[in-house]
Each structure stands twice: as structure tokens, then as C-alpha cells.
Nanobody
Framework: QVQLVESGGGSVQAGGSLRLSCAAS????????MGWFRQAPGKEREGVAGIYTLGGMPPYYADSVKGRFTISQDNAKNTVYLQMNSLKPEDTAMYFC???????????????????WGQGTQVTVSS
């Protein structure tokens, strides 16, 4: 079993920044895709950003966050981060960390491909 714990969410005004963290523990593989998803009320869960832990490939970003969000990792800590800048009210959602073992992030992020999920951390952006 893989355990994922998110942190760093909160409330911020439009234009502000937040940094989310996701710490992974338990059984993991060196080769994996670590992804960030979000889900707002009444909407489907969508992939936000993904990073291939072995490198050599550019991270994946949804068009809606490209240029504002940056995903990074610390493999020694088995932790992935999501730096969110220039936040907008439409970024308000529950943000989830997820992992897809043995695979990269090519082709975007599909929820069905990720077997392990964190509990989520709420991000609220006010106008």
C-alpha cells in the first residue's frame, strides 16, 4: 500500500500563492508518475500537473494552469510539490495527490490510471 499525505492548502486572495506538498510512504517504485488533481463541487476531477520521478521528460500541466503552477519533486524525501502562483477564484477546489506506479505521465492525467490517492487539501481563492 502507498500512503499519500497532502498539506499546504488554505484560503488566499486572488493573485496570491500557495505551495502544496505531498509526502509518499509505503511501497513505491522509482519509476512513477506523481500527479496533482483537483475537484470543485459539481465538476469532474481533473488532472492539474504531473511529474515523472526519473526525469528526462517535461512535466504535464493542464492548459488552465500552465505558466502559473509549477510541479517539482524531492526524491530523497519522496515528496512532490505544487507551487501555485497568480491564483484565481476558478482554482478553488479540493486538491488531491495521486501516484501511478511504473509509468510516466505521458498522455495527460486520467483519474482511472492512478491507484493511490491522498485525502485532499482544500484550496479556496477569494475575489
Amino acid at each position: 500500500q502507498v500512503q499519500l499525505v497532502e498539506s499546504g492548502g488554505g484560503s488566499v486572495q486572488a493573485g496570491g500563492s500557495l505551495r502544496l506538498s505531498c509526502a509518499a510512504s509505503g511501497y513505491t517504485t522509482s519509476r512513477k508518475c506523481m500527479g496533482w488533481f483537483r475537484q470543485a463541487p459539481g465538476k469532474e476531477r481533473e488532472g492539474v500537473a504531473g511529474i515523472y520521478t526519473l526525469g528526462g521528460m517535461p512535466p504535464y500541466y493542464a492548459d488552465s494552469v500552465k505558466g502559473r503552477f509549477t510541479i517539482s519533486q524531492d526524491n530523497a524525501k519522496n515528496t512532490v510539490y505544487l507551487q501555485m502562483n497568480s491564483l484565481k477564484p476558478e482554482d478553488t477546489a479540493m486538491y488531491f495527490c495521486a501516484v501511478k506506479l511504473w509509468y510516466n505521465c505521458y498522455g495527460g492525467l486520467r483519474t482511472a490510471d492512478f491507484a493511490f490517492w491522498g485525502q485532499g487539501t482544500q484550496v479556496t481563492v477569494s475575489s
